[in-house]
Structures are given as C-alpha cells and as structure tokens.
C-alpha cells in the first residue's frame, strides 16, 4: 500500500482535504464515464498546479508514428493513441477580476471529494481564501449521461462569504489540446470549424490520418439563489477555442451557479457534415430535461446496473467500498451497446498502454460481462475479435506466417497490431490462445453454441493454423517446441519453452479440432461455407494434431513442477520475501537487464494456465504449483493478484485469499504499484470480480451444470452477488452459517453445491 487518503466508504469514494501532491492520483480515482466518453477528474476551474488533463471518446484513436531507436522488420509502424479528445468541462472563474487557482489560494479549507457509484455522480466542495482576500464557498457537480450518452452535466456554484463580489464565469470549448504520452509532441487535431449561436457553441475537429470527426458543444445556464438568470453572453472566438462571459454580481452569502451541458457528437455515429445539428438536438434533449431532471434519470439507470451487477461484503468497508469502485469503473468504461468497442486498459482514465483492446478483455472481462449482462453483450466482444480476423491474417503475414495462419494482436484499434516494444509485439503470442479461450469460456458458460458454427470456427482454424507454423521440431528433445516467445510474465523476454505458451497453444488445436468435428456432423451448412473459404484438409489437420500431441513442457523433476520456461532453474532462487522492501517495485528500481535475469513473476504465468485448465490438474498438482512459483511473484502486474486470489481459495488458504483480494479489489485505491496517476487499471478489475465469485463462490461450470464451492473469509460476515446463468437470474448470499439460493424468475434450476446436486425453484430460498 502506497496512499491511504481515500475515506473507507461502502457507496462512495471520498476525499476529504486538499493536498496539491494527491491532484493527479485523485483525477484517476475520481474519472468518470457513460460507455461513451469518459473524462478524469480535474478540476473545472483554472488550476496553475501538476494535472493530467484528459477527455476521452470510445473508439477514437490516433496512429502515431513508432517512436524506437532500432527499427527491426515486423515493426508496427504506429502505435495506436487513445485519443485526448477536445475539452468541455472548463469553466474560468474570476472574483472581483481574481482568477480561482487552488494552486495559488491563500487558504483551502474543508475540500472534499466524492464519486458517488450508487448513483454515478461526482462532487467537489471546498473553502477558499484568494489572493485578494476574498473568502468563498465552491460546489461543484458533474455527470456523465448514461441516457443521453453524448451529453455531460456540471453544476458549478460560487458563494462570497465575507463580502459581496463581482463573480465571473468563462466556460469554454477548447481543441487545442495534446497527449501527455504523443511520441512525436505532435497535436492530433485539426479544428474545421469553431461556432457560436443563440448561447451555444460548437467547435468541429477532426483527428489527423484517422480522420475522426467529432462536434465538441455546450450551453449554460445560469442561477441566483436558484432562479433563472438571464445574462448578457460575451462570446470570444480563438482558432482552437471558444468561451462566453457571464458576470453577476453576488451579494455576501449568495449562490451564483452555471449549468454547463456538454459533450460530443462523432462520425461514428452522425453524417460527419451533420454534426453540429446532432449536438443541437443533444443539447435541446438534455436542456429540456434541465440539471435535475437528468440527474434523476442518472440515479435510475445506475440502479438498474446495480441491479445485477453489485456485490455486497458485510462486516469489511474496506472491501466492499473495492469491489464495488471495480464493478463501477468497469460499467463507466463498456456497456455493451456498441460491438464496435471493447475494453481498453485505462478505459476512459489516462493514456497509457494505447489500443482499445488486450488480451485482457477474453481472459479477465469476458467472465464479468457474460455474467452480469445479456450474454449478447459478451457475444459482442466476441464477434468484435471475429470482424479483426482478417487483420490478424494480415499480422501472422507480416511475421512470415502463411495459409490464413491468424496472430491477433496484443494491442489494437482496428484489428492491427499497434505495440511497439518487439519482446510484446512479436513475442507475446499466449494472446492467441486468450482468445481461442474465450469462445470455450463464453459456449460453456451461455450454453449458445451458435456462436462457434457461425463465426467462432474460422477464428479457431487461424488460430491453429498459426500454432501449428509457429511450432519447430526439436531433434534433440524429439518434441515440438515454442522458441523465442514472452509469456504473461513479462519478466522473462525471449524465452524457449514458456510452458503457459506451450501449453495453451496445444490446447488451440485439440479445440480446433474438435469443434471442425462437430460443425461437420451438426452444422454441415455452415461446414461446407467455412471449408470453402478456409481450404482446409484432412492432411492439414493431422499435421497439427502431430504438433499438439508431441508438444514438450519443461518439467522438474527435482521440484515436481511444470518449469516456467526452459532457463528458469538456473536463476538464483531468492524468494520476495528475502528481497529488501527498498527494491520494490522493481520495475521502477532496477535495471530491464536485472529484471530479466531474476526470478522474479511479474504476474500470474504458469499458474494462469492452471487457471483456465483447473480442471486438468488435480488439486494437489495446483499446490505444489501455487507453492512453488508464489514466493517468486512480486504482482508488479494488475492483473496477477486475483489469479492468486482465486487458486489460494481453492487451496483454503484463506487468509492468502483474502490478502490478495484487497490487493486486486484495492489496487488502485491504495496504489499498490505507485503508479495510479496515469489512470487506472480496468480490465484487471474485473478480476476483482472474478476472485469473489470464482474464488470465494467457487463458481464453475461442470459437466454442463453451474456449480459452486462456497467460502468465506474470517473478515466478513456475509457476501452475496447475482449470476445471469442461461438467462436465470440466481442470487447466492453466504454467511459462516451456510449458503443461500435464489431464482427470481424462469424454469427450475439443477446446480451442483459442494458437488452435490441441488434444485433451485423461482422465489423460493434454498439454504445449504
């Protein structure tokens, strides 16, 4: 743990005092989002302090030029920026001709934050004293729309407390903006058109290469005391930038306060020529409604998230305020609308990593989506994986792979590898195997096999394709092996042998094969289609299976253990707890060179395998694993805690369980890795989730039946949380006492508790 200055709360993150140092970390913490956009938290108001300015549009990128020393020949020759959109919220204000900076106040006294995720609102209140000695009293309140997705809200009070003042508003729409992490300190904006009519304003831009258009827009309103002004607009028009001036004078003890409405209209969405009369409609749709209207219609489309998607911890705020400031910001980033989206790493948060999609969104967001969503939202992410197979084609090609062989990439946009670190870009292939994973987890777990024949078996056959080519014969081990490759711990790079890889890619062809099979004999339409776009042959897959069946996994004899990767016994084998605390995390201390030569795990790797395969080990064989490889790990990566979190439940190592857990649920609250002002972590958050309901719920699929081997940690008293299995609502509540069930609705269920069967009937409790 690294900060400890956010409020234990079970609904709301809070902050309660001004500490210029924390600005950055609060903007990441406090960023909200509708699916649409997203924006961090800074403030509305001029602040002359450190900031990480960010807005954010889904699905707008930028293509920026590679930035290396060495250009090597399969180089992507752009890295795909996650685009810092115009900026809406800006609000100047001026007191008696004095500018508010937090950074320059006298005193700020009484500063408080919250996000409220109940009902999905974020406010700001402090005190002040200015330079001229004015005292005032600051509210301020912003929203995303989850209805009218285009459109934000903020309201914005001034009081004067010890004098009546002339109080100022400059809101404006500015363009001019840039990347914190642009490679080339290039701009990627053009602005097109900058607007002003009847109060409010427009101003039309569109990114470079990618040609994005997208209308920024907003219109104010203003208030005395809670009546409706009718002020004088001041427009002032720049080339990247438009305010207008709204000037009040506000006796002592008074409340001048601006409604802003705001927000973006996109091609993607509207005819790019009919932008600025898509935001007119936005703005008349949201100002109709006014401030309040919309915040109410906020707080009803929250609780219909929550609805479904809450978890609730007794007993443990701290736990509880974790998971569910997880659950929040992964709704705030995807809702499933759009199938053209995904999930990107920061979401809507901060800048780094680019690309909208990892492999995290098949392995770690899949599971969350699919389970408290219509699994069409999971369908979704999976047919966007099938619309880029084509361009994972065109990867492996680059790289010299041939026959439709398919490498999705490790990051992307559009489907085309966008990473440009060559130990990521050409060596992290597992990726391939997440997504092959994910159509098995998703046909498992839905029961909708539709999927596989219809779209499903192509991405599986270039998947395999590509395993099967990236595989050498070893003479010397008479086994085929995988040389060269980075496994999910990205603390071995070019690495022979990552059993993880390995084994995952044997894993590709069995599947692929199995389900070739069984569309021939079920689905022979959509056989016969595949097999005439694909020109597979019964000879072809007999040379797969040939590498599937004689693939080699490194293995100790001396440990009893699947080797990480051929060299990893002849590290020296120092544990992190013998690792001085002063060289944590080592990613930030040590040297790239150092780090590859330790043995340290950066996250999850072969037990990532015993992860999604625990069903072809035994229990035992997952302890020695889990024992043997978790004193290694320093979970310098977000996304191993939960992994641990899940296998040490199983494992009724519960206090480990429960340690790792805060570490997932709270990682970025507590800023475990001292990084979370560049944004936070979203998709490991659905991880978070998973080490609950997978780990502490035991929940799996079993023999085609939903299956739950409950736990609970000493430190609470009770947990519960709700699954859309095959369309059945079903609630699960434990305690120390037992384990509660109930089906809200639909057909009589079978489920299997402690491996035992057990009938669930509509509204009726079962406790085992």
């Given at each position: ?39 961090r ?6 602040y ?115 004098t ?11 363009s ?8 080339w ?47 004088p ?7 990247t930038e ?17 409604h ?7 091609c ?48 443990d ?13 992964l709704?705030?980033?995807?809702l ?38 219509d699994q069409?939202?999971?369908?979704n992410?999976l ?9 994972a ?20 946009m ?12 050409f ?12 159509i098995y ?16 078996l ?17 003479t ?5 092996v ?28 069995k ?17 016969n ?26 293995y ?5 253990v ?69 004193p ?21 190592k ?31 958050m ?15 699929v ?45 057909n ?21």
């Amino acid at each position: 743990m690294n900060q400890n200055y956010i409020q234990p709360d079970n609904w709301s993150i809070i902050e309660e005092g001004f500490d210029a140092d924390s600005v950055k970390s609060s903007e990441s913490l406090f960023s909200i989002g509708n699916g649409a956009m997203g924006q961090r938290a800074n403030f509305e108001e001029y602040y002359s302090g450190a900031t990480f300015q960010g807005s954010y549009i889904a699905g707008v990128y930028y293509p920026d030029k590679t930035k290396v020393g060495w250009w090597k020949n399969g180089y992507p020759e752009y890295f795909a920026k996650v685009l810092n959109a115009p900026n809406w919220i800006g609000i100047n204000v001026k007191v008696n001709g004095e500018v508010l900076d937090l950074n320059t106040c006298k005193k700020v006294v009484n500063f408080r934050r919250e996000l409220n995720m109940k009902e999905g609102w974020y406010e700001r209140t402090f005190m002040a004293t200015l330079p001229n000695d004015i005292e005032i009293e600051v509210r301020a309140k912003r929203f995303l729309s989850i209805d009218i997705d285009e459109v934000g809200v903020i309201e914005y009070s001034v009081k004067p407390l010890n004098t009546e003042a002339t109080i100022q508003y400059t809101p404006y729409l500015d363009s001019g903006i840039k990347n914190e992490d642009a490679n080339w300190e290039e701009k990627f904006w053009e602005t097109i058109q900058v607007k002003e009519e009847s109060n409010q304003a427009f101003i039309v831009a569109k990114t470079l290469k990618t040609n994005f258009y997208a209308c920024t827009f907003m219109q104010n309103e203003l208030f005395l005391n809670g009546k409706k002004l009718q002020l004088p607009t001041n427009a002032s028009e720049k080339a990247t930038e438009i305010s207008f001036d709204y000037t009040q004078q506000v006796k002592a003890n008074e409340t001048f306060t601006i409604h802003k409405f705001g927000g973006y209209t996109v091609c993607t969405n509207h005819d790019k020529n009919k932008l600025i009369t898509a935001a007119k409609k936005a703005l008349n749709n949201a100002t109709s409604l006014g401030f309040e209207a919309l915040l109410e219609n906020q707080k009803e489309a929250w609780a219909k998230i929550w609805e479904m998607a809450d978890i609730t911890i007794e007993g443990d705020v701290k736990a509880q305020q974790g998971i569910r400031f997880n659950i929040f910001q992964l709704n705030q980033t995807y809702l499933g609308k759009d199938s053209r989206l995904n999930i990107g790493p920061k979401g809507f948060t901060g800048e780094k990593y680019g690309g909208s999609t990892y492999w995290d969104t098949e392995a770690y967001c899949i599971p969350f989506y699919m389970t408290t969503k219509d699994q069409q939202v999971a369908r979704n992410l999976l047919q966007y994986r099938y619309n880029h197979l084509e361009k994972a084609i065109e990867n492996a090609q680059k790289l010299g792979f041939n026959n439709g062989a398919a490498l999705y990439p490790m990051v992307t946009m559009n489907g085309e590898e966008c990473h440009n670190e060559w130990e990521i870009t050409f060596e992290e292939i597992h990726r391939n195997g997440a997504i092959a994973f994910a159509i098995y987890n998703y046909t498992r777990y839905t029961g909708d096999y539709s999927y596989i024949p219809e779209m499903g078996l192509e991405v599986m056959i270039g998947i395999a394709r590509f395993w099967h080519q990236r595989a050498s014969f070893s003479t010397a081990k008479n086994k085929y092996v995988i040389l060269g490759v980075t496994g999910p711990n990205e603390y071995e790079n070019n690495v022979n042998n990552n059993w993880y890889t390995n084994y995952i890619a044997q894993w590709c062809i069995k599947f692929a094969k199995e389900h070739i099979e069984k569309v021939k004999q079920e689905y022979t339409a959509d056989y016969n289609r595949i097999m005439q776009k694909v020109r597979l042959s019964d000879q072809e897959i007999s040379s797969w299976m040939e590498v599937a069946e004689n693939m080699y996994f490194p293995y100790s004899e001396q440990y009893g253990v699947y080797l990480q990767q051929d060299g990893f016994l002849d590290k020296d084998l120092v544990s992190v707890a013998d690792l001085d605390s002063s060289q944590r995390p080592i990613n930030q201390k040590w040297s790239w060179d150092r780090i590859l030569r330790s043995p340290y795990i950066k996250q999850a790797d072969t037990l990532q395998g015993f992860y999604f395969f625990e069903d072809h080990f035994s229990k035992e064989e997952l302890e020695k694993h889990f024992n043997f490889y978790e004193p290694f790990t320093v979970h310098e990566s977000s996304l191993s805690p939960c992994v641990h979190s899940i296998q040490a439940a199983v494992l009724d190592k519960m206090d480990m369980a429960y340690t790792f857990y805060l570490r997932t649920s709270r990682l970025d609250l507590d800023d475990y890795n001292k990084e979370v002002e560049e944004g936070l972590h979203i998709t490991s958050m659905a991880g978070t989730w998973m080490s609950i309901v997978e780990g502490f719920g035991g929940m799996r699929v079993k023999e085609d039946t939903l299956s739950f081997q409950p736990r609970i940690p000493k430190q609470w008293q009770g947990y519960s949380f709700k699954v859309n299995f095959r369309n059945q609502i079903l609630k699960i509540n434990v305690t120390h006492k037992g384990t509660s069930f109930e089906l809200e609705k639909g057909n009589n269920l079978v489920i299997l508790v402690d491996g035992k069967k057990v009938a669930v009937s509509p509204n009726d409790l079962v406790t085992v």
